[in-house]
């Protein structure tokens, strides 16, 4: 069964790094997401990409997150400055179309100290 | 806004008990319900999902009926095996050109099988 990949799967960086997690979604699928899940915590969404542009995003993806699709395969989300609050495992999901059933990545842990 | 309300966990069940776990949602027109689960240190997996009134999503045993009338989407399942404990997640989402395909996620209801 095709599956979302995501790089890496764990990541320590210190405070006010920047940081690059890396997805390839499913070849066939048009709309990209970013969820992220602070420990213990629910499930936010961050924001959805669809034809090279976020099509929406949440209040939690402020100007220190961008994305992009630099190729034909990848999605990455970038984090300019991490604070300490950004530690949470990062998902990467992705679906054929709007609403339909989204496929969520194995997910990257980010620890920011 | 959209939401999505889950019952407090944890929940815990001896093998083959009965399972339900409660979800019910806020949202204006007619959106699509889901199930994921959380197995632990993996990710999201879709579990089940309806897409219309009075639907009812079925896998691995697992089922919930989409009603309208109550706004709830609860999961059941008859007999639950020590492998079902997890984290369950009841999310809402939107089909259609118009609207982004995000989904809105419960706070999880995390559920512990006793052999």
């Known amino acids: 069964e095709p599956e979302v990949t995501q790089t890496p799967s764990h990541q320590v960086t210190q405070m006010g790094q920047e940081v690059i997690l890396r997805c390839v979604p499913i070849?066939?699928?048009?709309?990209f997401y970013w969820y992220r899940q602070i420990l213990g915590q629910k499930v936010e969404f961050l924001v959805s990409f669809y034809n090279n542009e976020i099509s929406e995003k949440s209040e939690i993806f402020d100007d220190q997150f961008s994305v992009e699709r630099p190729d034909g395969s990848n999605f990455t989300l970038k984090i300019r400055s991490t604070k300490l609050e950004d530690s949470a495992m990062y998902f990467c999901a992705s679906s054929e179309i709007s609403g339909n059933t989204i496929y969520f990545g194995e997910g990257s842990w980010l620890t920011v100290v | 806004g959209d939401s999505v309300t889950q019952m407090e966990g944890p929940v815990t069940l001896s093998e083959e008990a009965f399972l339900t776990i409660n979800c019910t949602y806020t949202a204006t027109g007619y959106p699509s319900l889901f199930w994921y689960v959380q197995y632990p240190g993996e990710g999201l997996q879709l579990l089940l999902k309806?897409?219309?009134?009075?639907d009812k999503g079925s896998n691995k045993g697992f089922e919930a009926t989409y009603r309208k009338e109550t706004t709830s989407f609860h999961l059941e399942k008859g007999s639950v095996q020590v492998s079902d404990s997890a984290v369950y997640f009841c999310?809402?989402?939107?089909?259609?050109?118009?609207?982004?395909?995000?989904?809105?996620f419960g706070q999880g209801t995390t559920l512990q099988v006793k052999p």
């Open positions: 999310a809402l989402g939107r089909y259609g050109s118009s609207n982004t395909g995000k989904l809105i």
């Open positions: 309806a897409t219309k009134a009075d």
């Open positions: 070849s066939n699928h048009l709309y």
